[in-house]
Structure formats: structure tokens, C-alpha cells
């Protein structure tokens, strides 16, 4: 198996962009979503196949991937995005996750 | 609306065993693959397995942590997805999610059962 690797935390001021990077030596198209999940709350699919957005999913959600490294980037960032984001891929036949980055809008 | 709904967690001693139940509504349940993910306390999302639908074969995978303990089935009449959990460790202590799978996705979370397992 294989990890895939997520800073622990990260920050961003009201209405700015922030991106949040997932890698792993087998992370690449077309199959890395991002969850979003609230204190308390389920997951939500935020980001699908790197780049797709889900309906009802804002457009400043955005995904993207280079190399060994898929980024998920938030423009324009609103209090209510603060949460946290969690990458995922396939390693083989089974789902592995990133551990998970805490965003705090400041 | 796609609602999943989780019932069955609760308190149990290791070694024992529990079954969780998630009940589907709002889609086709029978076209669909199914997976349950758990979280532990404060910790991240871990995969626990998946089951296709019996279209496609209805077979089951699961991830090693779990494998010849927990046992994923489904019930496309009473629309409902089950995890068998047995010979249970205390590392198993989580939040269980049923999810839809979309294969490319975990697409619509439930809101998550409770499993506390003590020594």
C-alpha cells in the first residue's frame, strides 16, 4: 500500500485563495476526490476524477493535478469553507484517504 | 432526495460482534455499489469495503484491517446495506458511514453509527 500525504493544517484570510495538496506516489488521473467534512457532520464529495465538481458544489471549488501531486484549490474563500478536506485515490483494489487538512479561515 | 440512514452501533467488548444496517432511499439502491467508511475518534476517514451491485456481480472487497472479520451484504428488496462486524478489537472503535460509490467517488455519505468497542 501506499500513503498519500496532506499538510496537517492550513489557513486563509476571508475572500482569498488557498490551496491544499495531496501526494502520493500513485496519485494521478482521473481519480483523486476531496471530501469536505464540518465539525460533526458527514463527509461531502467536494471534487471528483481530479477536476469535477459535483452539483450543488460551489465553483470556487476547484481540483487539479501535476506530477505525483493533485491540488485542491479554494477561491475566494467564505467562513463557512473552514473544515476539513480530505484527498483520496485508489492504491490497487482498495480506497485510501489523506490524512486530512484543517482549514481555518482567519 | 438520496438518504442513507445507519443503525446498529453501539457498545460491545472486544471479541464480540455487531451489525450495522444502513437503509436506502431516494435512488435505485439495486444499480448501485455501495461502500462503508469509518472514522475513529478526532482521527481520519479509513475505507472498510465495498459491494457491487448484483448486476455486476454483487461481489464484495474489504480492506485488510478488516478482512475475514467484517463481512459486507445487502438486501436490494428491503433496500438495505448491512456490515456484519465479528471477533471485534478495540481499534475498531469509530464512526461507520454507508455511502453510495459511484466507482470514481464516495458520492452520498449517511450520518454515521456509532461503534465503541472496549476491553
Known amino acids: 500500500s501506499y500513503d498519500l500525504t496532506q499538510p496537517p493544517s492550513v489557513s486563509v484570510s476571508p475572500g482569498q485563495t488557498v490551496t491544499i495538496n495531496c501526494s502520493g506516489d500513485?496519485?494521478?488521473?482521473?481519480?483523486v476526490s476531496w471530501y469536505q467534512q464540518k465539525p460533526g457532520q458527514s463527509p461531502i464529495l467536494v471534487i471528483y476524477?481530479?477536476?469535477k465538481r459535483p452539483s450543488g458544489i460551489p465553483e470556487r471549488f476547484s481540483g487539479s493535478y501535476s506530477g505525483n501531486t493533485a491540488t485542491l484549490t479554494i477561491s475566494g474563500t467564505q467562513q463557512l469553507d473552514e473544515a476539513d478536506y480530505f484527498c483520496?485515490?485508489?492504491?490497487?483494489?482498495?480506497?485510501?484517504f489523506g490524512g486530512g487538512t484543517k482549514l481555518t479561515v482567519l | 432526495e438520496v438518504q442513507l440512514v445507519e443503525s446498529g452501533g453501539g457498545w460491545v467488548k472486544s471479541g464480540g460482534s455487531l451489525r450495522l444496517s444502513c437503509a436506502a432511499s431516494?435512488?435505485?439502491?439495486?444499480?448501485?455499489?455501495m461502500t462503508w467508511v469509518r472514522q475513529a475518534p478526532g482521527k481520519g476517514l479509513e475505507w472498510v469495503g465495498r459491494?457491487?451491485?448484483?448486476?455486476?456481480?454483487?461481489?464484495?472487497i474489504n480492506a485488510a484491517p478488516v478482512r475475514g472479520r467484517f463481512a459486507i451484504s445487502r438486501d436490494d428488496s428491503k433496500k438495505m446495506l448491512y456490515l456484519q462486524m465479528n471477533s471485534l478489537r478495540t481499534e475498531d472503535t469509530a464512526v461507520y458511514y454507508c455511502?453510495?460509490?459511484?466507482?470514481?467517488?464516495?458520492?452520498?455519505w449517511g450520518q454515521g453509527t456509532t461503534v465503541t468497542v472496549s476491553s
Open positions: 455511502v453510495t460509490d459511484v466507482k470514481v467517488a464516495m458520492d452520498v
Open positions: 431516494g435512488f435505485t439502491f439495486a444499480n448501485a455499489w
Open positions: 459491494i457491487k451491485s448484483e448486476f455486476d456481480g454483487g461481489t464484495t
Open positions: 500513485k496519485v494521478g488521473a482521473p481519480d
Open positions: 476524477q481530479d477536476d
Open positions: 483520496q485515490a485508489w492504491d490497487s483494489r482498495s480506497v485510501i
